[in-house]
């Protein structure tokens, strides 16, 4: 079965810091793959996505995400935090066909002044 | 404009009791799903519907009906009401099933 991996639970970063959120994914093919956030009391809105072609994905908000192939990672970037970027945020991948999104287990984004 | 809507935003309500929650989506979407997000913000699939058939049924309770009466529309009926149900309920939709998701606000639903 195919599994998403978001390895950290909580990650704390000051207000113009860069950010890095890992993702994993276990699966035999590539799947598409998301980025998804969610502010509190919120649905979630969707960040970015990769289908296929150029590894790096722009987003919006300022995000993008780069696919490694080799480590199984999609990784998400920011240059510059923001204070209103505080929120959870879920990798999910999709194998394809009739199947739903599933999606990591969350990482929760502080930023400090 | 709305794309994916729920209602009610909040359900409160005692153990044993019936609701449902509403799910409508202006968006031209052909699937609709309703997910559960558990306290510790877990979010997991519980229906899949694509042009009103069901297509994935996650092993919930049959205590949890899902009815699509047009494909811009998905409700969830829940019978019996139990403590662990609990959570916030997703909607979302999707072009078609392998695609990205629009999610609604979610409903929070409590019992007591």
């Known amino acids: 079965a195919q599994s998403v991996t978001q390895p950290d639970i909580h990650i704390t970063v000051s207000e113009g810091a860069s950010l890095e959120l890992r993702c994993n994914y276990s699966?035999?093919?590539?799947?598409?793959l998301f980025w998804y956030v969610q502010s509190p009391g919120q649905g979630l809105q969707l960040l970015l996505k990769y289908f296929s072609g150029d590894t790096l994905v722009q987003g919006i908000k300022g995000f993008e995400a780069e696919f490694k192939r080799s480590q199984s990672s999609f990784n998400l970037r920011k240059p510059s935090v923001h204070w209103s970027d505080a929120a959870e945020y879920f990798c999910?991948?999709?194998?394809?066909?009739?199947?739903?999104?599933?999606f990591g287990k969350g990482t929760r984004l502080s930023v400090i002044a | 404009d709305t794309a994916v809507s729920q209602t009610p935003k909040y359900l409160v309500t005692q153990m044993g009791n019936d609701k449902s929650i509403k799910c409508e989506q202006n968006l031209g979407h052909d699937t609709m799903y309703w997910y559960k997000q558990d306290s510790k913000k877990f979010l997991k699939i519980m229906f899949s519907?694509?042009?009103?058939?069901?297509?994935i049924n996650e092993t919930v309770p049959n205590r949890f009906s899902p009815k699509s009466p047009d494909k811009a529309h998905l409700n969830l009926h829940i019978n019996s009401l139990e403590l662990g149900d609990s959570a916030v309920y997703f909607c979302?939709?999707?072009?078609?099933?392998?695609?990205?998701?629009?999610f609604g606000q979610g409903t929070r639903l409590t019992v007591v």
């Open positions: 999910a991948v999709n194998r394809g066909g009739n199947t739903p999104l599933v």
């Open positions: 699966y035999g093919a590539t799947p598409y």
């Open positions: 979302a939709s999707s072009p078609r099933t392998n695609t990205e998701a629009f």
């Open positions: 519907y694509n042009n009103k058939e069901l297509i």
